[in-house]
């Protein structure tokens, strides 16, 4: 629904036309705030994107426990799920602590986050790595993590090239080491090493007073 924050979300649900007892309020777990934000990229400008900005438990009627939220800093998000009630319940109804069932909710997220990095979204694909999960999980998450170990690797080695790209894009493509290094924000041996890289597969040109040109457009 749209409302401008918890509490109006909440006063619209209990008013006319929808009436919601109060009392039937806690049949929701959570509440997830999502808003249209600005983020900022590499330093260099902002664009407008959608972020979940608030998740709330929902303990009781006009009682909502903060367990995550956006940081427009970083582009990235807080997680204070030590402090869900919702995990208390459950884990005295599974006969566990908070920290073992935190520790199976990042097993999970190691393999959601393995998924999406091998492109495993079609329906059928995510169901049969769902319930592989179920039947062997130790397999399936040593799988995940290896890969994921492997990809993560791979994307490392990547990123100061494309990196690099995205900045001489911005400075209409071309650039001196000094302005790369200054915006990019990558190291000495990082951006020589991306350079050279960028050269030898005919992304960029480099002229003889040092300045570096791109070759070729980028999509």
Known sequence: MHAESLDTAIKRLTSPPMNIAPSFIPMMNCVIYVERVMVRHMELFNFPARRVRYVWEVVDFDNYQL????DPRTDGFK???KES???KRLGTRLVKTVDELLTEIEKRRI????MVRRGITKPE???RVVLQFYEKPDAVLAQAVAELETLVSIEKEQKGPW???EVLQSLGGTSDLRTLMQISRLDDKTLQESVTWLQKNGYVEIEPDGTIKLKMRVA
């Open 67 to 70: 367990v995550g939220e956006w």
């Open 125 to 127: 694909d995510v169901n």
């Open 85 to 87: 009630a919702l995990l």
């Open 79 to 81: 997680s204070y799920l």
């Open 111 to 114: 393999v959601l986050e393995w």
């Open 163 to 165: 990196a690099l790209l």
